[in-house]
């Protein structure tokens, strides 16, 4: 589990985003589109589920990118390379399901954009007509850009401040282009406003949308039940029955609430972490 090679994507306003590969040939062997390893940096920390972004099984590595939102993704941030995870178990999850559904369009808020791009590789290798939509609060925190160039047909780009590309939420290109043609399936994957956003746009009008839900996990195996979900009335839980669901089904407001349940706690951890960092 050791660290190649570290690159930071994103460093503003306070955010930053990291690429970590790391050596691990038996994941790297087996992982496909839409799965997701959980790890842990060191013995004592918690376990945090991170999206696998390439697998390369010549290299036997893995990439996984992460943006500092609470104490562990902060330790995470701060490794480099050439030092170890304490562990990492994947891959995890059901792989989306890739077939020709004909056109599509990818929904990639923050760093959502990370993990959209696995999956607009595979449905272009499988013959769909890709269209992506990126967004970020600006210019600096946009990350992958030239990657869903290169994995789309059509990429656009928001930014909240109009920095770069257009002014404005993903959701506003997403509606644009589904009242202009017809789309098979809008995939989507970010913070869950903006989920819940993509499927506010897409639900009236019927069109397939599926989801990546980041509920908070702890095991990642389906023996905690931590990360249970409410979709179509019915409890799952998104380690083993997901982590992709139709949105249309999901119960946003159950899932917003649960998601926050730990907010101040992290946020106090993260304040004494510093307190001992800067002493």
Known sequence: MKILNKEILADSQGVRI???????????????AGQFVVLMVKEEGERIPLTIVKADAGQGSIEIIAQ????????????KAGDFLYSIVGPLGHPTEIKKYGKVILVGGGVGIAEILPVAKALKDAGNQVTAII????????????????????????????????KGFVTEALKELLEKSKYDLVYAVGPIPMMR?????TKPLGVLTLVSLNAIMVDGTGMCGCCRVRVGGKVRFSCVDGPEFDAAQVDWDELSKRNS???????????LHNEQVNK
Do not use: F, Q, W
Request: hydrophobic content about 35%.
């Open 18 to 32: 990291v690429k970590l590969t790391i050596h691990l040939p038996d994941i790297a062997a087996k992982a496909k």
């Open 68 to 79: 500092e939102a609470g104490l562990t993704t902060k330790l995470l941030a701060e490794l």
């Open 135 to 166: 967004g970020s609060r600006n210019k600096e925190l946009l990350i992958l850009e030239r990657d869903l160039k290169e994995a789309s047909d059509e990429c656009v780009v928001m930014t909240d401040d109009g920095s770069y590309g257009r």
């Open 197 to 201: 956003a993509v499927c506010g746009v």
């Open 261 to 271: 349940i730990y907010g101040e706690k992290e946020k106090h951890i993260c304040r």
